[in-house]
């Protein structure tokens, strides 16, 4: 593909998982997830109100700068509902991008969908010429922390009392991120994982 590759046109896909640009059409299958019972444990809490609709207006309405490109997440198997992710605090500029807003329902947890998933991003993170992906993770979700530092990401400090949560608890967030080779070797776990939960 020649020219400018933007982050979301077309949105990212690969054999496991199709992303598509969150849009209203989608409100109904959030709203049938569990994702509304999630939010309260990890999602910061956003100035229009904690309810899943609000949280959905919020994204939509933050889609309309550059700086931030929630998705939905899709099962090409069963064309299932598979998750909610985003790239945001973008920066073209100085080719750096967060991914956040990481969240899939439970019966896809441990499945090739979490790592396909991520595989996505960060492949149209490099086709961009992104060469920054930094991560904000509330200190208390050891599992997400566990799983970044699984490929790679480095931690660069913890920021104190940063996030308050939808349910009104205060985190301090662990930073990590990949840089440059980091985020191709990251790639290549991702892409072993993927093949590895296929044959298990």
Known sequence: MTGTMYLNA????????????????HRSDLQDSSVAASMWEWMPVIPTGT?????????????????????????????SFAGLVAYE???????????????????????????ATQLALLERAVQARFQRISYYIPEENERALRAFDRIGARREGVIRHYMRAANGTWSNVVVLSL???????AMDVLGDRVRQLQLA
């Open 179 to 185: 840089i440059t080779d980091e985020i191709k070797a």
């Open 51 to 79: 309810s899943l609709d609000a949280y959905i207006d919020y994204c939509l309405a933050e889609m309309r700068g550059d700086s931030f490109c929630p998705f939905v997440v899709y099962r090409k198997s069963d064309n």
């Open 89 to 115: 605090r973008v920066s073209r500029t100085h080719r750096r991008l967060g991914v956040g807003f990481l969240w899939h329902p439970e019966h896809v947890r441990g499945t090739d969908v979490v790592p």
């Open 10 to 25: 077309p949105p990212p896909e690969n054999d496991v998982v199709r992303l598509e640009n969150l849009s209203e059409t």
